[in-house]
């Protein structure tokens, strides 16, 4: 069974920048396809960001275009979100998820995610 654990919240105020990671454990934590979603106060959780365990594939929320980036070190089973230009609207629970062997779309699509415990995002504006 694989373990995710998501790193880097904090508080940031609008216009900065912050970097979330997240680390595979496990005896199957390799190879990965990876996912960002989120959950702010009295929302659903929704997509962020995804990229397919190669590391060619990435898919974007439109929210997100332009200002994320989600990359992969699959010699460190780490994902990475960097943020830039953050909003007020950014502020959420991060949560990263993992499918071992995934293509960004199935990441996307919610199928057979292995999920972390989440990490707080906070932009004050």
């Known amino acids: 069974q694989v373990q995710l654990v998501e790193s880097g919240g904090g508080l940031v105020q609008a216009g900065g920048s912050l970097s979330v990671s997240c680390a595979a454990s496990?005896?199957?934590?390799?190879?990965?396809?990876w996912g960002w979603f989120r959950q702010a106060p009295g929302k659903e959780r929704e997509f962020v960001a995804a990229i397919g365990w190669r590391g060619i594939t990435t898919y974007y929320a439109d929210s997100v275009k332009g200002r994320f980036t989600i990359s992969k070190d699959n010699a460190k089973n780490t994902v990475y979100l960097q943020m830039n230009t953050l909003e007020p609207e950014d502020t959420a629970v991060y949560y990263c998820?993992?499918?071992?062997?995934?293509?960004?779309?199935?990441?996307?699509?919610?199928?057979?995610?292995?999920w972390g415990k989440g990490t707080l995002v906070t932009v004050s504006s």
């Open positions: 496990g005896p199957t934590a390799r190879d990965y396809a």
């Open positions: 998820a993992a499918r071992q062997w995934g293509t960004a779309a199935t990441v996307v699509a919610g199928a057979g995610l292995s």
